[in-house]
């Protein structure tokens, strides 16, 4: 992938120049991680490089959102199976102040928009908890349809909550 550009942020490959005290503190906040499972663990350095080596010679993506002054302010992640032909899609937006700018959203349909433009692929996924509402509204706006929910898969603060599945199709 070569960096793309949208109306409001810049995806570039995350490198190991990324891996700093602040991306490892995204990882770490409460506030971030509140509806992933990231927030069973805690992060390092170590993590995270183990994780970011875990994309080396795959057919996965981590991706770095940036502003167009260069600030990372969150990652994505794609999985392909290219047998199938499928690429599932995740972000985080963790510098919070950027949190309901249009940078999530923007960095989403710039995502979607490059991978339903490949020809290997022909159906992009996310799935997210319906409480996340966020992310809810930045998949439907994307236009991505629900496909599926998985009533009461996941606890959060104790409470069974749905999981949301959600795809688009490349034609
Ligand atoms: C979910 C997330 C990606 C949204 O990104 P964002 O940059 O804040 O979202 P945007 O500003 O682009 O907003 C997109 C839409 O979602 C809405 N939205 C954003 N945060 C919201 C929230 N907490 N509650 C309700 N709606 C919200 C926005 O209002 C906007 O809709 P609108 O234009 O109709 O008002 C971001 O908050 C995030 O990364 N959170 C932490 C990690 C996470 O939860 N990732 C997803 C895991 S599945």
Redo the contacts with the bound molecule.
């Keep these: 992938m070569n960096t793309l550009r949208g109306q409001k942020v810049i995806l570039q490959r995350f490198t190991l120049d990324d891996v700093t005290d602040t991306y490892i503190g995204w990882l770490n906040d409460p506030?971030?991680?509140?509806?992933?499972n990231q927030r069973f663990r805690r992060h390092d350095y170590d993590t995270c490089l183990s994780y970011l080596r875990s994309f080396d010679d795959g057919p996965n993506l981590f991706v770095s959102v940036r502003t167009f002054g260069g600030e990372p302010i969150?990652t994505m992640t794609v999985y392909r199976s290219l047998p199938h032909g499928t690429a599932d899609v995740?972000?985080?937006?963790?510098k919070k102040c950027?949190?309901?700018?249009?940078?999530?959203?923007?960095?989403?349909n710039l995502m979607l928009g490059w991978l339903l433009g490949q020809p290997a692929i022909r159906k992009v996924t996310?799935?997210?908890?319906a409480c996340?509402?966020?992310?809810v509204?930045?998949m439907e706006?994307s236009g991505m349809e629900l496909e599926g929910v998985r009533r009461r898969q996941e606890l959060v603060d104790g409470e069974p909550v749905d999981l949301m599945l959600y795809g688009k199709f490349a034609r």
């Design positions: 506030d971030v991680v509140r509806y992933s969150g995740g972000i985080l937006i963790g950027f949190w309901g700018g249009g940078f999530g959203q923007d960095a989403w996310a799935g997210t908890l996340n509402r966020g992310m509204r930045v706006r």
